[in-house]
């Protein structure tokens, strides 16, 4: 399965466009995540454990995306786009959110 972020794929042919495909994923932040990233606020620099976080989330939209586009028949998906946001679920917390969207096609 080929994923792209571009319209089209050099030297292929869509044959048909099956759909728009979404995928997401949500996390759970956690009280030792939290406190570390907020000690790296306060100091300054990267907060890894939270880069690793939405490293795993987006490498999971994409295999999820994957396997919903499989299902449809398609041997690609085009046009991907990969959004990150947060759900808030009450004033001491909030999930973290990954989207992937793309385009279903089955090459020729």
Same mark, same amino acid.
């Given at each position: 399965?080929?994923?792209?972020?571009? #319209?089209?794929?050099?030297?292929?042919?869509? +044959?048909?466009?099956?759909?728009?495909?979404?995928? +997401?994923?949500?996390?759970?932040?956690?009280?030792?995540? #939290?406190?570390? /990233? *907020?000690?790296?606020?306060?100091?300054?620099?990267?907060?890894g454990s939270y880069e690793r976080v939405f490293?795993?989330?987006?490498? #999971? *939209?994409? &295999? +999820?995306? +994957?396997?919903? &586009?499989?299902?449809?028949? *398609?041997?690609?998906?085009?046009?991907?786009k990969v959004d990150t946001g947060t759900i808030?679920? #009450?004033?001491?917390?909030?999930?973290?959110?990954?989207? &992937?969207?793309?385009? /279903?096609?089955?090459?020729?």
């Open positions: 399965m080929i994923l792209t972020t571009t #319209d089209t794929i050099q030297g292929a042919v869509v +044959e048909s466009y099956l759909g728009v495909v979404t995928a +997401e994923v949500v996390y759970g932040t956690n009280v030792l995540r #939290d406190f570390f /990233a *907020a000690m790296r606020d306060f100091w300054g620099g990267r907060t490293e795993r989330g987006q490498q #999971d *939209a994409l &295999a +999820e995306l +994957e396997q919903r &586009a499989n299902r449809l028949g *398609a041997n690609a998906v085009i046009g991907i808030s679920i #009450d004033q001491s917390g909030a999930l973290l959110l990954i989207t &992937a969207t793309g385009t /279903a096609v089955r090459l020729r």
